[in-house]
């Protein structure tokens, strides 16, 4: 009688010689004779749900949920209140102002003076400046009156859509009038702040405009 072949597992070792190696009589002899065994939980049986009576389309557009926190804007250690400024952009680029303080918008309130160099009380951002290393003393300015309303124009200029035929050949430029509660303030801020200067080179220094000559190399300046 022809012998039957048996199967032997992975690694060529028999059933009894891998049960010795893998030390599974020690597991039963320490279980009385028997493996362990875990009960098996049995899972809780879930509600049946109720189909909903309504779907909602797919067109419906939801809101989104925009959790938007304004933080207070910092300042630059360089910009400290009486200290000049250089202009960057905007009508009065390359002009030297005064600033005076931070507005709650995070803007800054700069002034020329007005009387030294024409620039009026105005709001500007501080990524357009260039900090100077001349500081003047602004500790008996009162700028309290002026607020980031105070440069809200208070008409709105409404477009209709179309030009008038009178309104296309009225070349004359309207100058619209400052309010007097402005032009007010503007007087007693310049006031403070002449008083403020004593020698006649800080008010050329503000007069004169900044601008770079060739061969002038800006990384190297120290304002």
């Known amino acids: 009688m022809a012998k039957q072949a048996v199967a032997t597992p992975a690694g060529g070792l028999s059933r009894g010689a891998l049960y010795k190696k893998r030390g599974l009589w020690a597991i039963k002899a320490k279980n009385g004779g028997s493996f362990p065994t875990q009960e098996k939980k049995e899972k809780a049986a879930k509600e049946p749900t109720k189909a909903p009576k309504f779907y909602t389309a797919d067109d419906v557009k939801k809101p989104l949920v925009r959790k938007f926190v304004r933080k207070p804007t910092k300042l630059r250690k360089s910009i400290t209140p009486g200290t000049v400024l250089i202009l960057l952009a905007g009508r009065f680029k390359g002009k030297r102002v005064v600033f005076l303080g931070q507005l709650p918008s995070g803007l800054l309130l700069v002034t020329g003076p007005f ?109």
């Open 115 to 223: 009387k030294v160099n024409g620039v009026p009380l105005r709001r500007v951002n501080q990524a357009f400046v260039i900090a100077t290393s001349l500081k003047l003393d602004v500790s008996g300015v009162d700028y309290s009156a002026v607020s980031d309303a105070t440069f809200k124009s208070a008409e709105k200029k409404t477009w209709t859509g179309r030009k008038t035929e009178a309104a296309f050949f009225d070349d004359a430029p309207k100058k619209t009038e400052l309010p007097k509660d402005f032009i007010a303030n503007q007087k007693k801020i310049d006031r403070a702040i002449l008083s403020a200067i004593k020698d006649d080179t800080v008010k050329s220094y503000l007069a004169t405009s900044f601008s770079l000559q060739q061969g002038d190399r800006p990384h190297l300046m120290k304002f």
